[in-house]
């Protein structure tokens, strides 16, 4: 992806963080999104105009809400809304944002359940058997098996073998590849599963929303100050009355204003 793209996906992986908390709510959500992305990448007529630069932002906000209300929960609605009112610089990009985000939330999953080290190495390791079984190759990127007899071949495979984190994860590579070759999706999937077993997630806590810059600028300052990529959790909170607090892990930066005036007072009675 190139900038503006880049720049849209950080902000939706924002967005999924507060929604992934949980591995069950993670994994039906990832499960939704997988649906939207194979949608888009069936309907090229539905991804241009979801990404057509020249409609209006609401526009293609409002055209997403009602395809996919009352068909899909209303966290997945909002967040396909949302990917639809960001700019892209292809509308393949948009595809490739809402499968990122699926598999994104199925990581979280396995993240809150302990497992990304043994999701990260099943997923390196059937890619090797995979290469060393020309067969099973065959029958997993053979267009003309369908994608149940697929889903079927690696159930029995694999089955109380891996995670489902991983089985959902492989199972998604070899059916909906998304132009991509089988071992390049799932390189890819096991790239996203070490960026998470790498990332910080900050709880920014303000007063009033941060604009797209000062998004940027905090997220930089906090990833040079941890020395990891941070991933921003903005909750607008009214008892915030100025400045903002920051909680990366255990340890809380206060610059609220609330804060200094509660010390202030604090140290004025004792």
């Known amino acids: 992806m190139r900038g503006i793209s880049r720049a849209s996906l950080a902000e939706l992986e924002e967005r999924l963080v507060p929604l992934t908390e949980s591995a069950e709510t993670a994994v039906a959500l990832g499960n939704e999104l997988f649906t939207v992305a194979g949608l888009l990448a069936s309907q090229p007529a539905l991804r241009r105009a ?58 979280a999953s396995a993240d809150a359940e302990g497992r990304l080290d043994e999701l990260e190495d099943e997923l390196f390791r059937f890619g090797r058997v995979v290469a060393s079984q020309p067969e099973l190759r065959i029958a997993l990127t053979n267009p003309f098996v369908s994608a149940d007899a697929k889903r079927e071949l690696l159930t029995h495979l694999l089955a109380g073998k891996v995670t489902p984190e991983a089985l959902r994860l492989i199972t998604e590579a070899a059916v909906s590849p998304l132009g991509r070759n089988l071992d390049v999706s799932l390189e890819h999937y096991a790239q996203l599963v070490a960026r998470r077993r790498e990332l910080l997630v900050a709880e920014v806590r303000v007063a009033v929303a941060l604009t797209d810059q000062q998004r940027g600028r905090l997220a930089t300052t906090l990833a040079a100050t941890y020395g990891h990529q941070v991933l921003l959790n903005v909750v607008v909170d009214r008892r915030v009355t100025g400045g903002m607090t920051v909680r990366v892990g255990d340890e809380l930066i206060d610059g609220s204003v609330a804060t200094r005036l509660a010390e202030a007072h604090r140290k004025l009675a004792s």
């Open 50 to 107: 979801l990404a057509d630069p020249s409609r209006p932002a609401d526009a293609r906000s409002g055209l997403a809400t009602s395809l996919l209300s009352g068909r899909l929960s209303e966290p997945v609605v909002s967040l396909v809304a949302a990917a639809a009112a960001a700019r892209w610089s292809a509308p393949g990009d948009l595809t490739d944002a809402v499968e990122q985000l699926a598999a994104g939330a199925i990581i």
